[in-house]
């Protein structure tokens, strides 16, 4: 069974860049033509894709969020990471990491990690 | 890339159908049969319930199916129960391997 798990600093300060690794179990990051993303879920709001990663390394963003994320893999330790520079309090969100298809949609999750922008 | 629209709230008694409707545009929904819905418990993973617009994953209840017409999806919950009380969010790909949620419909059972 196919299992992700966020990590990363619950608390960033204004300005600065937001670090979230998801680590990937149960199967390899570099098998099948899947797409590795992010999500986010602002308190009170709903969810919003932030972009994925294929292990091709090929990345696709948000254009709302894309001159600030970068997404990264590591296939030597099967996982994938996400940056976000310049961050405000409107970035405080749980993120999310999913396994992604065109056709099938996210079907494996993690549980997410909240994050909270504030000095 | 705008969320799709999708109402704020549903609700339903037990053992009632209700729609959830998902509109976007003809760049997203409009373009692509590929519309997925999640259900999503506050504290918990989502959870895809259909996807490809009307295909369900093996393991999500036939009491859940998809429709779509135009730039329009819709998800339909039969025989409502008291589990299915829960977030629901559609999902449709946008183009240049990119995608757009909606923005969320609280479904109630009365």
């Known amino acids: 069974q196919l299992q992700l798990q966020e990590s990363g600093s619950g608390l960033v300060r204004p300005s600065q860049t937001l670090s979230l690794t998801c680590a990937v179990s149960?199967?390899?990051?570099?098998?099948?033509?899947?797409?590795w993303n992010w999500i986010r879920q602002p308190p009170g709001k709903g969810l919003e894709w932030i972009g994925s990663?294929?292990?091709?390394?090929?990345?696709y963003y948000n254009p709302s969020l894309k001159s600030r994320v970068t997404i990264s893999v590591d296939r030597s330790k099967n996982q994938f990471s996400l940056r976000l520079s310049s961050v405000t309090a409107a970035d405080t969100a749980v993120y999310y990491c999913?396994?992604?298809?065109?056709?099938?949609?996210?079907?494996?999750w993690g549980q997410g990690t909240l994050v909270t922008v504030s000095s | 890339q705008s969320a799709l629209t999708q109402p704020a709230s549903v609700s339903g008694s037990p053992g009632q159908s209700i729609t959830i409707s998902c509109t976007g545009t003809?760049?997203?929904?409009?373009?692509?049969?590929?519309v997925s819905w999640y259900q999503h418990h506050p504290g918990k993973a989502p959870k895809v319930m259909i996807y490809?617009?009307?295909k369900r994953p093996s393991g999500v209840s036939n009491r859940f199916s998809g429709s779509k017409y135009d730039k329009t999806a819709s998800l339909t919950i039969s025989g409502l129960q008291a589990e299915d009380e829960a977030d629901y969010y559609c999902?449709?790909?946008?183009?240049?391997?990119?995608?757009?949620f909606g923005t969320g419909t609280k479904v109630t059972v009365l």
């Open positions: 999913a396994r992604g298809d065109i056709l099938t949609g996210f079907d494996y």
């Open positions: 999902c449709s790909y946008a183009g240049s391997s990119t995608f757009v």
């Open positions: 990663i294929y292990h091709s390394g090929n990345t």
């Open positions: 490809e617009g009307i």
């Open positions: 003809s760049s997203d929904v409009g373009s692509y049969n590929l």
């Open positions: 149960g199967g390899s990051i570099s098998s099948g033509d899947y797409s």
